[in-house]
């Protein structure tokens, strides 16, 4: 009995004096002893994403692609001295009217704007001067435009855009199994340097027809009483007048031709330029 109350005294000490003990254990005890704790933990986790980090992806270097500056091979002028001339076929399917003389959308200058485009992607720097000048003494008007756009750039070939009056029995050709619309020239035998402008334009003819056997009409020279006879030719020996279709050629049968006339534009420059 008197041995159990002996233990007794000495638990109940030993309670009552570690709260007072403990305040003399140094700080850095303590401290050190929560640090250990805090850093185990954190390696644990540290060591957790190791390994479950996922390699990053190896991003592959963008290639820099230079390409080569384009090449011109040479400058032209497109322009329309009877600038609303129209197709029967076209104005017919688009508005259900015919119109041929005069049509503010569907005339020589919209296939002035697909001959540009063709042109343009063979590497020919094209213009187009759009200008509308009354029809009656079209020529007159439209010189001083023209002058004006020759005087401010060195053209390498230009021409005027226009359609024939004929019917589609004379502007039209069968090539294989499809239809083109022919084309016709025009030179002003009273320009007196024609002669340079009739070259010119045999030039075209000539590869024109390298392409589409049969798709180019006549030369047509005209001078004298009762026509104009320069077409304003005389302002540049290389101004081509060029008839493209007549008023009966649908718009498949104008493209066409475009095509070989944009075709035979680019060989006649770059056979130019060679010399």
Same mark, same amino acid.
């Given at each position: ?28 005890? $303590? @401290?050190?002893? &929560?640090?250990?704790?805090? !850093? /185990? ?11 479950? #980090? ?42 259900? $009217? @015919?119109?041929? &003389?005069?049509?503010?959308? !569907? /005339? ?11 042109? #343009? ?155």
């Amino acid at each position: 009995m008197k041995k159990n109350l002996q233990i007794w005294s000495v638990v109940i000490l030993v309670l009552f004096l570690f709260p007072v003990i403990i305040q003399f254990i140094p700080e850095e005890s $303590k @401290i050190s002893n &929560s640090k250990i704790i805090k !850093e /185990n933990a954190l390696i644990v986790y540290a060591s957790n994403i190791v390994e479950e #980090d996922i390699p990053e992806e190896e991003v592959e270097p963008e290639l820099e692609i230079q390409t080569e500056p384009e090449q011109k091979i040479g400058s032209l002028l497109l322009y329309f001295t009877h600038s609303t001339e129209a197709y029967q076929p076209i104005t017919k399917s688009v508005d259900g $009217k @015919i119109a041929v &003389s005069n049509h503010q959308t !569907e /005339n020589v200058m919209k296939m002035g704007d697909k001959l540009k485009a063709q042109l #343009d992607m063979y590497g020919v720097e094209t213009d187009t001067l759009k200008k509308a000048v009354p029809y009656v003494r079209a020529y007159r008007d439209m010189r001083p435009y023209v002058k004006k756009r020759i005087s401010e750039k060195d053209y390498d070939l230009i021409i005027d855009v226009h359609r024939d009056s004929v019917g589609p029995d004379k502007t039209t050709i069968v090539h294989g199994s499809e239809r083109y619309a022919k084309v016709a020239f025009v030179v002003g035998t009273d320009n007196p340097n024609y002669k340079k402008n009739e070259a010119m334009t045999n030039r075209l003819k000539t590869e024109m027809e390298k392409r589409i056997p049969g798709i180019t009409r006549n030369v047509i020279p005209k001078g004298g009483a009762g026509v104009d006879g320069k077409y304003n030719q005389d302002l540049h020996p290389n101004i081509i007048l060029l008839e493209l279709g007549g008023i009966g050629n649908t718009e498949d049968e104008l493209n066409r031709t475009i095509a070989v006339i944009a075709e035979s534009v680019k060989e006649m420059l770059e056979q130019m330029k060679e010399k």
